[in-house]
DNA sequence: ATGACGGAAGTTTTCCGA
């Protein structure tokens, strides 16, 4: 069983590699992340044709997220799109429950809010986001017990998820206030799924397009999957899968999948 | 200090991302 999630930077473009990476990944479950385009222009049946199911989510231009899932598992049921309770105008949330040999899962496929700059407009709309998808996630984690929360939170951890801590220090993506509530999410009683089979020092999911970045290995781990306590204890293997970045025309972002087995 | 790269909108230039 395998559940990933994947930023992949408009859909439009991307779709192509997206069908080449689940041919050669047959993941169970995977969350996309800017899908940069209307409902109306999502590729469903593409992706049927590759044996998908998806519960889409999407807006004009910006943001929007899916949640695909293989057509041999049941659908994906009680969808919610958004955090319930915050007004948005901005599609970035999906989430589902699906009936996964191992037991009932809880999927939340997140694109978290850039944030621009501390102290920006677009800062204090992802503090409020934060808060809200906080305070909405401690509810359905006590109706989940396995539950997973993926996608590009557009959050270090810490210093050692960044190419050059000192340079980035306090700047969007690595400040105190951000980190603070991911170690918020975290205290609801999740666990970074990747540090639990300590990943290679320089571990980054995405790399700036400009300046061989990717080449030179500048990045940030800013794609996560948080999971429960149920969850970890069938947690065997995670991994951020580069090979993509290294097509023509890559995602800026790279797949992080996580592998669990059966319940004890 | 700035822009660098890439996508979208859409029309020549701007916004946004991370």
């Given at each position: 069983?395998q ?8 859909l ?11 041919a ?49 598992h ?69 109706r ?13 951890f ?41 990943p ?10 400009r ?54």
């Open positions: 069983m559940i990933a999630t994947w930023n992949i930077n408009s439009n473009v991307r779709l192509p590699q997206v069908l080449d990476w689940l050669d990944n047959p993941v169970d479950v995977l969350a996309l992340q800017e899908l940069k385009l209307t409902d109306d222009k999502f590729p469903a049946e593409a992706l049927a044709q590759a044996g998908y199911r998806a519960i889409w989510f999407g807006q004009k231009t910006y943001n929007g997220v899916a949640l695909l899932s293989r057509i041999d049941p659908a994906g049921t009680e969808v919610v799109k958004n955090i319930p309770g915050f007004d948005d105008e901005q599609a970035r949330v999906v989430s589902a429950s699906y009936a996964l040999p191992g037991g009932p899962l809880r999927v939340v496929g997140a694109y978290f809010p850039n944030g621009q700059a501390p102290g920006s407009d677009k800062f204090a709309y992802k503090m409020r986001w934060l808060d809200a998808l906080r305070g909405w996630l401690r509810d359905e984690l006590t989940h017990p396995q539950l997973v929360l993926l996608g590009d939170f557009n959050i270090t810490d210093d050692a998820d960044v190419w050059d801590a000192e340079a980035l220090h306090e700047t969007i993506h690595c400040t105190s206030a951000e980190r603070e509530q991911l170690q918020a999410l975290v205290g609801l009683g999740l666990h970074d799924a990747l540090r639990l089979f300590e290679p020092p320089k571990s980054y999911s995405w790399w700036d397009y300046d061989l970045a990717f080449r030179r290995n500048r990045g940030l781990r800013i794609d996560h999957l948080l999971i429960t306590d149920a969850l970890k204890q069938r947690a065997s293997a995670c991994h951020i899968d580069r090979a993509p970045r290294k097509n023509e025309r890559p995602s800026d972002h790279a797949p992080v999948v996580l592998t669990l087995g059966a319940p004890q």
